[in-house]
């Protein structure tokens, strides 16, 4: 098998367990430091500036119509999860289970429109993520890779924060007094995660380049 291929497969298994992995814990909020700020956050958040630095060496590399099908390949697979998780919560549990009823519908809640929302949310954000970082390679002749990977990432991060709240704001999960802290929370933790990641888009740019395949123009 071509390696350009093995890597295509690899980049779509990693991005589709990143994805699942996010919208499974996104519910859970904590509080992280970071050059002496305080965030306050779901872990999902720290998990997506992977994805989108997946889904740009994608893009850079083979184009969009492979990097949009990656990401249609992940909101299927997390659909494929859930109804996996809805069969394993339907069975009853034993009296001697480690994880009783009650803790495993609790802990993987993956019903209702708070897991739509992270799967609705990081779809889009994903495609226009694809679309501003292609347009932007285009724009600048293939050049300046820091522009292109961090705008279309920044942008498509504000696009997912926005999404999810609201939608959890609008379903009662989440309240609105709570809305305005998260997302600034939310957007400045990704800003700096998607500068953060430049010298790794450099690197994997290098390296793919280097020892894979040629760039895509």
Excluded at 56 to 64: K, M, P, Q, R, V
């Amino acid at each position: 098998m071509d390696k350009s291929v093995k890597l295509y497969i690899f980049f779509c298994s990693l991005f589709c367990t990143v994805v699942i992995t996010g919208n499974l814990i996104f519910q859970k909020f904590v509080t992280v430091n970071i050059l002496s700020l305080e965030f306050e956050l779901s872990v999902g958040v720290l998990l997506y500036p992977v994805t989108f630095l997946i889904s740009d060496l994608t893009a850079e590399f083979y184009g969009n119509k492979y990097a949009n099908h990656m990401i249609k390949m992940s909101v299927l697979c997390s659909f494929i999860v859930m109804g996996l998780i809805m069969i394993g919560d339907y069975f009853p549990a034993t009296s001697w289970s480690n994880v009783d009823d009650s803790s495993f519908h609790k802990m993987f809640s993956v019903y209702g429109i708070a897991s739509i929302a992270s799967v609705v949310a990081t779809f889009f954000a994903q495609l226009l993520d694809v679309k501003v970082y292609s347009y932007l390679k285009t724009l600048t002749d293939s050049k300046h890779l820091w522009l292109r990977n961090n705008l279309s990432t920044i942008l498509a991060q504000i696009l997912d924060t926005i999404l999810v709240l609201t939608i959890l704001c609008l379903a009662n999960i989440l309240a609105w007094e709570n809305y305005y802290k998260v997302a600034t929370n939310s957007i400045v933790f990704k800003v700096i995660a998607a500068l953060a990641d430049t010298p790794f888009c450099y690197l994997g740019h290098y390296l793919i380049r280097k020892f894979i395949i040629k760039p895509k123009v």
